[in-house]
Nanobody
């Protein structure tokens, strides 16, 4: 079982910055993918950015050029630096990881952290 704990959400004005942090704990064998998704009211959960263990990143088009994902494999942490925030970035942001143990894998989610961007 893997537990993901997020921190760093909050309220900011448009154009501002926020940094989200996520730490994984529990019985960890190998975390292949780690990153962030978000869900705005009335919308489906969508990808923000993910990173594989070998540092291959995948950003949503909406995040490219404004958000930067970083990861520390040794500490099982992932960070999302968000800049030039827009009101449409308002959402609950969920930390995500794909955990592997031998030949099986499982997806884990954090409890979510609210990000609110005001115009």
């Amino acid at each position: 079982q893997v537990l993901l704990v997020e921190s760093g959400g909050g309220s900011v004005q448009a154009g501002g910055s926020l940094r989200l942090s996520c730490a994984a704990s529990g019985t960890i064998f190998s975390i292949n993918v780690m990153g962030w998704y978000r869900q705005a009211p009335g919308k489906q959960r969508e990808l923000v950015a993910t990173m594989t263990r070998d540092s291959t990143t995948n950003y949503a088009d909406s995040a490219k050029g404004r958000f930067t994902l970083s990861r520390n494999n040794a500490e099982n942490t992932v960070y999302l630096q968000m800049s030039s925030l827009k009101p449409e970035d308002t959402a609950v942001y969920y930390c995500y990881c794909r955990h592997s143990r031998y030949w099986s894998g499982a997806d884990y989610w954090g409890q979510g952290t609210q990000v609110t961007v005001s115009s």
